[in-house]
């Protein structure tokens, strides 16, 4: 039996989420010489959108997990981003 711990497993997601963030990133063959202003629906956390940043572009995140949305809000207290939470 193979047993993970959970900071294992959470770096290989994380790892993997970033990897796949990349990938969209490159089929998405946006010109290299500006920015891009791109929305992220289901943006989760927000690791989506720090790999956008790391790219040089600006993003809006949309989701409807309240969970994720928390741990977006915890991740960027110790971020010098910008966000908004609007509830409806």
């Known amino acids: 039996m193979v047993v ?10 994380i790892d993997i989420q970033v990897q796949m963030s ?4 490159e089929l998405l063959a946006l010109p290299d010489d500006e920015p891009h202003f791109l929305l992220d629906l ?6 989506s959108g720090s790999v956008l940043e790391d790219c040089g572009h600006m993003w ?3 989701d409807i997990s309240s969970a994720m949305l928390g741990m977006f809000l915890q991740i960027m ?3 010098s981003g910008v966000y908004c ?3 409806i």
Do not use: D, N, P, Y
């Open 85 to 87: 939470q609007i509830c």
């Open 77 to 79: 207290l110790w971020s």
């Open 22 to 25: 990349e990938r969209a990133i």
């Open 4 to 13: 993970f711990s959970l900071s294992v497993t959470s770096s290989r997601m």
């Open 60 to 62: 809006v995140g949309i």
């Open 42 to 47: 289901g943006c989760g956390s927000g690791l």
